[in-house]
């Protein structure tokens, strides 16, 4: 078994909260520009005053990009303990528990201080963060052992 518990935190942790932000952004970009669709019809057929709307669009935008996640969102996002063993891999805190198969990793990103596990489609899933000071059974040996086929390197040793 190997094993990574205890709080992600660093460059792992900032990382995690941009990309989770990223998400935000285009999770609210998206309805927003189909809401835009009918106010610029509206704008166009009927009075100039519908312009006033894209003022709490662009807003709603531009917040869900900038608001830093609360602490209660980051325990939604950032794992506190990740466990591989037989044929699972297995990600959890007090807020979510995921398994997934090993068979359905799709890549593993070694980032430096952490790995990032990926899965194939439909099982994608961010909370497979894996932070190398953290491991407290196992080695790091083990884990790119497991994965040296999947395993891709985004930093010079």
């Known amino acids: 078994m190997i094993e990574f518990c205890g709080e992600i935190d660093g460059r792992c942790k900032k990382y995690r909260l941009y990309a989770e932000s990223m998400v935000g952004l285009v999770c609210t970009f998206i309805p927003a520009?189909?809401?835009a669709i009918p106010v610029t019809v509206c704008l166009i057929v009927i009075d100039w005053?519908?312009?006033l709307a894209y003022i709490p669009l662009v807003l709603f935008v531009v917040f869900a990009a900038i608001a830093p996640l609360?602490?209660?969102a980051q325990k939604l996002t950032l794992p506190?303990?990740?466990q591989i063993y037989d044929d699972r891999i297995e990600s959890k805190n007090?807020?979510?528990y995921d398994i997934r198969q090993i068979v359905h990793v799709k890549k593993v990103i070694d980032m430096g201080d952490w790995y990032q596990i990926f899965f194939r489609f439909p099982h994608k899933n961010a909370h497979f963060v894996c932070q190398k000071?953290?491991?407290t059974q196992g080695s790091i040996e083990e884990f790119e052992a497991l994965f040296r086929d999947k395993?891709?390197?985004k930093h010079k040793e």
């Open 94 to 96: 007090e807020k979510f």
């Open 80 to 82: 506190h303990c990740v």
């Open 151 to 153: 395993l891709i390197r």
């Open 70 to 72: 609360s602490k209660k």
């Open 49 to 51: 005053v519908f312009a």
């Open 33 to 35: 520009l189909l809401i």
């Open 133 to 135: 000071n953290l491991i």
